[in-house]
């Protein structure tokens, strides 16, 4: 594992800025899969589309990497923004599912329901449609974990729900050398 984290914290190698440039790029893929869902959910199956949305499964799973087990890289810092309380206040349930989502618990229950689903519809013989709810679901939380990564010094979420800040121990003022 720790072989892993390194791999994302190379900044000086090209395989390192590689997988930097393709991480911030984890927004558009999820776009790009999202938008592929349409005609998978209108019953117009093309190989093509399977294609397109395994090939962008890559910049996902890299952008997951990135924010989970890297340092903030020079571009994370230039896009934290300067009203990060604003829209942390603004994108409120997007941090709340965030940190709903954490835990081994709701990992196992998100991937039954997602492997489930499409498995329970066909088999009932329902439309695919109704299973864009756990979809959207599975997008907002990649798209929260995004989120997440640019606002997480302002997240109420974080740190016991002090709004992000980080409270370390100091010792108490000593009255040597002052005057």
């Known amino acids: 594992m720790d072989d892993l984290i390194d791999v994302f914290n190379e900044d000086d190698t090209r395989r390192g800025r590689m997988l930097v440039a393709v991480g911030h790029r984890m927004p558009w893929a999820i776009g790009v899969i999202a938008a592929l869902e349409v005609p998978y ?29 890297a340092r903030l890289c020079i571009r994370c810092l230039s896009q934290i923004p300067r009203d990060g309380a604003q829209r942390a206040v603004r994108h409120g349930w997007l941090l709340r599912l965030y940190h709903r989502q954490l835990g ?11 492997a489930a689903t499409p498995v329970v519809l066909a088999a009932v013989g329902l439309p695919r449609w109704l299973g864009v709810p756990v979809d959207v679901y599975w997008y907002a939380w990649l798209m929260s974990l995004w989120v997440h990564h640019r606002l997480r010094l302002w997240c109420p979420g974080c740190d016991d729900g002090d709004g992000g800040w980080i409270e370390e121990p100091s010792p108490d003022p000593s009255r040597v050398h002052v005057r």
């Open 104 to 114: 081994l618990k709701a990992w196992l229950i998100l991937l039954v329901v997602m």
């Open 41 to 69: 959910y209108l019953q117009a199956e093309n190989p093509l589309f399977g294609l397109v949305q395994l090939a962008t499964v890559v910049p996902v799973l890299i952008g997951i990497f990135h924010i989970s087990f």
